[in-house]
């Protein structure tokens, strides 16, 4: 009997730690973070469960709708978060893009959310292309590349929503070899994280396309579940003060902490104090 008793406090207190992760992107998986994270979380009591995007790759998942890829996009994250649900609230780690499924996922279903981690926000989009285009221009400048003058042009021209100009400007980013390491601190675990995106993990461009061609802005529905905002003191990506000036129209009960050994994937450089921090925010 007394076997069977422990057993179920296990389980139960399981339950209470349950995590959460929605990835970045999009036309990116939370693949990196399954295989990076999950034994970390669980040694500190977490149950972490990372959700994938719709895509091609992964035929057998929720299915990839081309036409409306950003609703779909939506649909598949609240159905991962209702799969997972059980009778104990769960955590969310909201990284990066995937913080624009958080109205969506608030308005459904905050009686079942107990913590919102959002980690290095990105939901002004037009600040962030702007940040990636104007670096990979200047460093095709520095390398003298060509294609500094065609990007410096789609910066010129830039404008919301997503058109054909920003588009462009991404492939040309993408082409460029050195655009990763804008995103890191640590240059050891961005290889390290980058080794899980293969196969049916790979990236996903007509994802990535898709659904910022059909992305669209909500009126953010204010919440009392209690948000935890990280972010890496190194990020060059997303535009932190304009970040933090615009989820306050979401939340009530908000901390922000600064990061100060990371850059945009401090979840991932400083795996250990972000958990920390959730704990303390459990308590």
Known sequence: MAVVFIERIKRYLY??????????GPGLNGNPERHLLTDLYKNAGFDLQCWDEPSLLRPENHPFNEEDAFVNYLQSAELFLSENYTDQPLILIIYCFSSHLLDHLLRRHSDKIRLTVLVTPDFCLAASDNNIF?????????????????????????????????????????????LFTYYWQDIEQMQKYLKHYEGQYGLD???????????????PTPSAVP??????????????NRELGFIPQYFHNIKSIELTQSSHYPHIEEAGKVIELIKSALA
């Open 205 to 219: 461009p007509l994802s990535f396309f898709s659904v910022r061609k059909a992305w669209r802005e909500v009126e």
């Open 15 to 24: 339950q209470m730690h349950k995590v959460l992760f929605f990835h970045g």
């Open 134 to 178: 104007s670096f990979v221009e200047k460093d095709f400048r520095d390398h003298h590349d060509a294609r500094a003058d065609q990007l410096l042009e789609i910066i010129k021209n830039y404008h919301e929503p997503f058109d054909e100009n920003t588009a462009s400007g991404w492939r040309l980013a993408v082409e460029n070899p050195r």
């Open 227 to 240: 948000l935890l905002v990280l972010y890496g003191k190194y990020d060059r990506i997303v535009s932190v």
